[in-house]
């Protein structure tokens, strides 16, 4: 009995021992290290809101976190069901010098303080209506809510960081005329839209609309960051196309539309997208060819064959796409929305291409710089909703903590927060 309360006291000096040179606390990122990928970017963020130093250590076990040691980080992760490891200072420096090898392709980013994020959205949206909000929820990232009388007042300045809800800047009212006109809730959002336009001293909302894509082109030219999914994508490049054309059809805005608009579309406006033709009529669910949303429904694309792959970058030198791609595994799952994915040849060449699928020549995920700032676009609506219709039920992400797609939104959020270091690519 004394020698089993000899090796029991023994035991415990070498525990605490251990625990005393701890110096770091490691989310590890990769598929089998971590039980809740998306909750420890929240872990993330919460760390730098609390004024603690992060290390994102780029492709080191699928882009993993390294923040100091502390009992109240401890917790948070345990309250959060997040996997940690705690290593000693040895153990850290090892780390540190391995991703710091010419040989490997890593690197260590310092995420410096947590971004202001604001999330431009109508009033009296659900978190589940829109993918960025529902990640951001669940990760427990706090966000602002904003919309046109926000963004008109020159408010954007107050954010590091602004997600683009699945709008429609054209004015068109998401191209939904063909198969829900006579809905109630399109109804009653055309009058919404209608009034606060008016409100706003806009005779038309697509004109009021266009001034909303100008304050937000000019926040990033400015040296905002910009993300933007699904239809947010395309019908913003193709309201700065279109900045003096009037291409709304009568049921859209009361007037007809500009005789040859089409020749009149400046694709040097546009942010990412060239050479696009647009669709005119209003029956269409479709904006442009910018889009392949019909390839996919011609039935070349099968929900379970359809995968996207996240480019190679090197670490080293080109960090910035580097972090938007950490992940856990480069094969990403498809997924559909008004705006699924963008035709290769209506890219500008000055822009990323981060995520493609060559099967139809098209891209996912794309990135580019703007002024001072920068943009991401994410093709789709909901990366774990595959074909997402009005009124299907909310996504659970408690099904789906480990999303390698949603990981590809929350990269985003913490994006700003990195010190910044040049572009190389």
Known sequence: MFKFKQYSIVLILCLLSSFAN??????????DGQQNHLKAYGITYWALSKSYKVNWLLNYRGGSFLLPDG?????ECQIRGVTFEVLTDGATTKILEEISSPSQNMETVVLEKAPKIAVYTPKGKQPWDDAVTMVLTYAEIPYTEIYDEEVLSDQLVLYEWLHLHHEDFTGQYGKFFGAYRNAPWYIQQKLEAEALAKKLGYSKVSEEKRAVALKIRDYVIGGGFMFAMCSATDSFDIALSAESTDICEPMFDGDESEPNYQSKIDYTNTFAFKDFILERSPMRYEFSDIDTTEEHGKGSFVMDVDYFTLMDFSAKWDPIP??????????VKGFMGQTTAFASDKIKSNVLLMGECKINGEARYIHGTKGKGMFTYYGGHDPEDYQHRVGDAPTVLDLHPNSPGYRLILNNVLFPAARKKKLKT
């Open 22 to 31: 701890a110096s770091s606390i490691l989310l590890p990122m990769d598929a």
């Open 322 to 331: 580097t972090m938007l791609c950490q992940n856990h595994t480069q094969i």
């Open 71 to 75: 009992e109240d980080i401890r917790k």
